[in-house]
């Protein structure tokens, strides 16, 4: 028997009740632990302390809204469906997450920007980022379980780009108490957590494509150490006007590396339905 079309929508739709009740218990979470920071309790310092407990707040979040009739770790899509799709997944996360901080400092580069004087040597980042990598990527596990894991998958009827935007806003919302916390200047504060929505998208593709949560934990690793060791290392003290211009090219990037990697997935599909029809065409006989 179909399933009424009445019936279809409301599966298929968010629960507008359950999205927000997961961003306000991570939201609830995250201010918590940022208070002893903005009332001088502790020293900016500690910071590494309270950030791993936070990162825990989204898969319980997303744990207790959670739909109860699929498994736990389906919920979070912290399976695999496709060993293939999430080695091409990963390789595309890759090749993104160090390209677009490449375009970025060729670009400051190419505008005149001065480059860093206390870059680390070429060396020393070759040893310290893949440790960097299994770290942040560990850390992520938490978040991507629930940013890309369950809320990617609820808000997944809205349309890939609505979806991926409306994350990355309430990612960057969850980030906004330590942020003012920790007290970041205004622009430093506005490009911290601009990157977090414009980076959103990619991350999203890297989980669309894949079919689950684990390329995006790959790809946040990579956005806090790859990027950073980058970005950090080459380009020197910038002027307001020009790093507000740098900021946006970056967005750009982001969102271009996001369409790239979304193409590469309908790539993969197309691909991919393609196969048992030419299986099945090789196995036909003619009809007697």
Same mark, same amino acid.
């Given at each position: 028997?179909?399933?009424?079309?009445?019936?279809?929508?409301?599966?298929?739709?968010?629960?507008?009740?359950?999205?927000?009740?997961?961003?306000?218990?991570?939201?609830?979470?995250?201010?918590?632990?940022?208070?002893?920071?903005?009332?001088?309790?502790?020293?900016?310092?500690?910071?590494?302390?309270?950030?791993? %407990?936070?990162?825990?707040?989204?898969? *319980?979040?997303?744990?207790? &809204?959670?739909?109860? /009739?699929?498994?736990?770790?389906?919920?979070?899509?912290?399976?695999?469906?496709?060993?293939?799709?999430?080695?091409?997944?990963?390789?595309?996360?890759?090749?993104?997450? &160090?390209?677009?901080?490449?375009?970025?400092?060729?670009?400051?580069?190419?505008?005149?920007?001065?480059?860093?004087?206390?870059?680390?040597?070429?060396?020393?980042? *070759?040893?310290?980022?893949?440790?960097?990598?299994?770290?942040?990527?560990?850390?992520?596990?938490?978040?991507?379980?629930? =940013?890309?894991? =369950?809320?990617?998958?609820? *808000?997944?009827?809205?349309?890939?780009?609505?979806?991926?935007?409306?994350?990355?806003?309430?990612?960057? &919302? =969850?980030?906004?108490?330590? &942020?003012?916390?920790?007290?970041?200047?205004?622009?430093?504060?506005?490009?911290? %957590?601009?990157?977090?929505?414009?980076?959103?998208?990619?991350?999203?593709?890297?989980?669309?494509?894949?079919?689950?949560?684990?390329?995006?934990?790959?790809?946040?690793?990579?956005?806090?150490?790859?990027?950073?060791?980058?970005?950090?290392?080459?380009?020197?003290?910038?002027?307001?006007?020009?790093?507000?211009?740098?900021?946006?090219?970056?967005?750009?990037? =982001?969102?271009? #590396?996001?369409?790239?990697?979304?193409?590469?997935?309908?790539? *993969?599909?197309?691909?991919?339905?393609?196969?048992?029809?030419?299986?099945?065409? /090789?196995? #036909?006989?003619?009809?007697?």
């Amino acid at each position: 028997m179909s399933t009424p079309p009445a019936v279809a929508q409301s599966v298929l739709a968010p629960s507008l009740r359950r999205v927000l009740a997961f961003l306000g218990i991570a939201l609830a979470v995250s201010t918590a632990l940022s208070l002893p920071f903005a009332f001088g309790a502790l020293p900016p310092e500690a910071v590494g302390l309270a950030v791993p %407990l936070a990162r825990l707040s989204p898969p *319980l979040a997303a744990l207790l &809204v959670r739909r109860r /009739g699929a498994p736990w770790w389906r919920a979070l899509a912290l399976g695999i469906p496709s060993w293939r799709a999430l080695g091409i997944a990963a390789l595309a996360a890759i090749a993104a997450f &160090v390209m677009v901080p490449l375009a970025r400092m060729l670009i400051g580069l190419g505008a005149g920007m001065p480059p860093s004087a206390d870059a680390l040597p070429l060396s020393s980042l *070759l040893l310290a980022v893949p440790a960097v990598l299994v770290m942040q990527s560990l850390f992520a596990i938490g978040e991507e379980a629930g =940013w890309r894991g =369950w809320l990617h998958g609820e *808000l997944r009827p809205l349309g890939f780009w609505p979806m991926s935007l409306l994350v990355g806003v309430m990612w960057a &919302v =969850w980030h906004a108490p330590i &942020v003012l916390a920790l007290g970041l200047a205004p622009r430093e504060a506005v490009t911290y %957590l601009g990157t977090i929505v414009a980076v959103a998208p990619l991350l999203s593709a890297a989980r669309e494509i894949s079919g689950t949560a684990w390329v995006a934990v790959l790809g946040h690793g990579l956005l806090n150490s790859a990027r950073v060791a980058i970005e950090q290392n080459v380009l020197g003290p910038l002027e307001p006007e020009t790093a507000w211009s740098l900021d946006l090219s970056g967005w750009a990037l =982001w969102i271009a #590396a996001a369409w790239m990697v979304l193409r590469l997935g309908g790539t *993969l599909r197309r691909a991919d339905a393609r196969l048992p029809a030419a299986a099945g065409s /090789g196995r #036909a006989r003619p009809g007697r």
